[in-house]
Nanobody
Framework: QVQLVESGGGLVQPGGSLRLSCAAS????????MGWYRQAPGKQRELVAT???????NAADSVKGRFTISRDNAKNTVYLQMNSLKPEDTAVYYC??????????WGQGTQVTVSS
C-alpha cells in the first residue's frame, strides 16, 4: 500500500520558516519524481516545486529564492524548506510522487498558515 505522509506544517508569522517532510512507503522511492503542491481556499491546486530522479528542480516563480525542495533517497523522504514565508503562502501543502509508467500518488496534505 502506497503512503505519502506529510508533516511539518503549522502556524508561523510572516517572515518565518517551516520545513515540510513527506515520508513515502510502498513505492520504490528512487524512481519517482517528487513534488510539492498547494491549494489555498477557493483556489486550484498549484505546483510549488518538483525534484526529479536526477535531482533536477523546478519551482514556481512565486517561491523561487524562498523555498527549497530536496530529497533523501536513503530515507524515502522529500523535503520543502520554506523561508521568508508570506500570508499568501497559506494553503494545504500536498506531497506528490509521480512515475510515468507506474502512476501518481498524493499525500493527505498538511496545513501551513502564515499569519501574525
Amino acid at each position: 500500500q502506497v503512503q505519502l505522509v506529510e508533516s511539518g506544517g503549522g502556524l508561523v508569522q510572516p517572515g518565518g520558516s517551516l520545513r515540510l517532510s513527506c515520508a513515502a512507503s510502498g513505492i520504490t522511492f528512487s524512481i519517482y519524481n517528487m513534488g510539492w503542491y498547494r491549494q489555498a481556499p477557493g483556489k486550484q491546486r498549484e505546483l510549488v516545486a518538483t525534484i526529479t530522479v536526477s535531482y533536477n528542480i523546478n519551482a514556481a516563480d512565486s517561491v523561487k529564492g524562498r523555498f527549497t525542495i530536496s530529497r533523501d533517497n536513503a530515507k524515502n523522504t522529500v523535503y520543502l524548506q520554506m523561508n521568508s514565508l508570506k500570508p499568501e503562502d497559506t494553503a494545504v501543502y500536498y506531497c506528490n510522487a509521480a512515475q510515468r509508467l507506474i502512476g501518481n500518488h498524493w499525500g493527505q496534505g498538511t496545513q501551513v498558515t502564515v499569519s501574525s
